[in-house]
């Protein structure tokens, strides 16, 4: 058993290392993305396991239950040799009892850990999952955010190369359009972007950074400059009017000469109570200058219920306009690494051309995405290369005959229809529900085949009360409902 300052020995060995290795780790020289971003994921681990140490050895040496003080105590007693000799006896019957137990020494876990680096087999390369649109951390797959943002109702049809070019442009989007449904779809691009840094990025601390995001979002927010949200959605004096305004007043007694008509109505167009003597109700409408509608003590409000719901619109807005300033930052974040290539992976797909386009830190991202769609544009009429449309499958066709006998060009597309219109409208047809018992069925008959196998084995898992229902006669005797009946009518019961 290892005594109290042993294990703060090897704890302290542990940190040391630890440093050592993440050291070795950062300054090993990194070719490719994909060895900068395993490299990262190797030293996060060891960061982890750091800090889990580090707190180890802090409870140690804060001693609440007193182990090492006593420990402290017996080594440095007046029976210092006994304490010594007691240990050794101790550690003798332990390898007399274990004689082939070896303790392995922790430089070699660490000498591993370094070889992992060196380790060249695919498994040990991909620390991390990828989908293959994004290329191991190459590039952003908005895909499915893209099918979330033309579901919206309100929202106005773009293909695939204009959402990308804009999908970051939420204020630009109008606040009527701006709903709960809107929202949703926030929360699916964020949830993206944060998931996405975290594989990409696993060394930022993505809580330190929301911090950062709300402080400056509450600041932009209190000042009514934040973007796509002006200063009179918020201000507590915009909403109805504002009928007074309070930046000729420097005190509530200059506010108490207009009288109290005056004052009623101001406080009315903000919808606070509006009671009380002169000077309460100046001094309730004095204490709304320069504040925004929802840092006011919710008890100055009447309980009008359209004061309740201006307040309720305030902080669905608020909430909306916090999502959009976290996907401004992760934006930002991102586009040094990914967001230039978004197009560039497009375009790829499309034209074929194994253009280069360098990064540059001089030049905005916006700036060379356009560069990217300006060089690209006219290469979208050429024919694609052969060995790329092989790549992509194109040269493999699929037939559905639930989709009326419609050909699909490439696994990909195929793959894809099962989920799309044309698809789920067939099935309708045929009175069959699209789910997940029919995927890869294209045939008609082997889809009412299908179909007529899951409604007997769902008619066989349905409960009989026949068979399955049970009744108890005079004796105790247990039987089913229909046995019970037939006994019954004979009188045996």
């Not at 991390?128 to 191991?136: L, N």
């Not at 696994?411 to 045929?430: D, I, N, S, T, V």
């Amino acid at each position: 058993m290892e005594t109290m300052l042993e294990q703060q020995r090897r704890y302290h060995e542990e940190k040391e290392r630890l440093m050592d290795v993440m050291s070795k780790e950062m300054m090993a020289k990194k070719a490719t993305l994909r060895e900068q971003i395993n490299s990262d994921h190797r030293a996060r681990t060891m960061l982890d396991r750091f800090m889990d140490v580090s707190s180890n050895l802090r409870d140690l040496y804060e001693d609440k239950d007193g182990l090492r003080k006593e420990e402290l105590s017996a080594i440095s007693g007046p029976n210092e040799f006994g304490e010594f000799y007691n240990r050794l006896k101790l550690i003798k019957e332990f390898h007399r009892k274990h004689p082939n137990e070896i303790c392995v020494p922790m430089s070699v876990e660490f000498d591993e850990l370094l070889k992992t680096r060196e380790n060249t087999s695919e498994e040990a390369q991909n620390l991390v999952e990828f989908t293959d649109e994004e290329s191991y951390g190459r590039y952003l797959d908005l895909h499915d955010c893209y099918l979330k943002y033309t579901n919206l109702k309100s929202s106005e049809k773009l293909d695939y190369i204009t959402y990308l070019t804009t999908f970051d442009q939420l204020f630009d989007i109008p606040k009527e359009r701006k709903n709960a449904e809107y929202k949703r779809y926030l929360e699916v691009l964020l949830e993206y972007l944060q998931d996405y840094t975290d594989r990409v990025k696993p060394l930022l601390d993505q809580n330190e950074l929301f911090g950062k995001i709300q402080n400056e979002f509450e600041k932009k927010w209190e000042t009514g400059t934040f973007p796509g949200w002006p200063k009179e959605t918020s201000s507590a004096l915009t909403h109805a009017g504002a009928h007074l305004d309070l930046s000729a007043f420097s005190s509530w007694e200059e506010l108490a000469s207009l009288g109290l008509d005056r004052l009623k109505s101001a406080l009315l167009a903000l919808g606070l109570k509006c009671g009380g003597t002169l000077e309460e109700r100046a001094q309730r409408l004095f204490g709304t200058k320069g504040k925004s509608l929802d840092s006011l003590d919710p008890s100055l409000f009447t309980k009008n219920p359209k004061a309740k719901g201006i307040r309720r619109d305030t902080e669905k807005n608020k909430d909306i306009a916090f999502l959009e300033a976290q996907i401004y930052e992760y934006v930002e974040i991102l586009s040094v690494s990914c967001f230039i290539y978004l197009l560039y992976n497009y375009f790829l797909e499309k034209t074929g051309q194994l253009q280069t386009y360098p990064m540059s830190d001089k030049l905005s991202p916006k700036i060379q995405i356009n560069k990217i769609q300006d060089d690209a544009l006219p290469l979208s009429l050429e024919p694609i290369p052969y060995w790329l449309y092989k790549l992509h499958g194109l040269n493999i066709n699929y037939n559905c005959e639930i989709c009326g006998n419609y050909t699909y060009r490439g696994p990909k597309a195929f793959q894809r229809h099962f989920a799309e219109w044309r698809h789920a409208h067939g099935m309708r047809c045929l009175g069959i529900p699209n789910t997940a018992h029919f995927a890869n069925v294209t045939q008609i008959e082997d889809a009412v085949s299908l179909w007529s196998k899951l409604k007997q084995q769902k008619a066989l898992e349905r409960w009989q009360p026949d068979t399955e229902e049970e009744y108890e006669d005079s004796s105790g005797n247990v039987v089913n409902k229909k046995t019970y009946e037939d006994l019954k009518r004979q009188g045996l019961l």
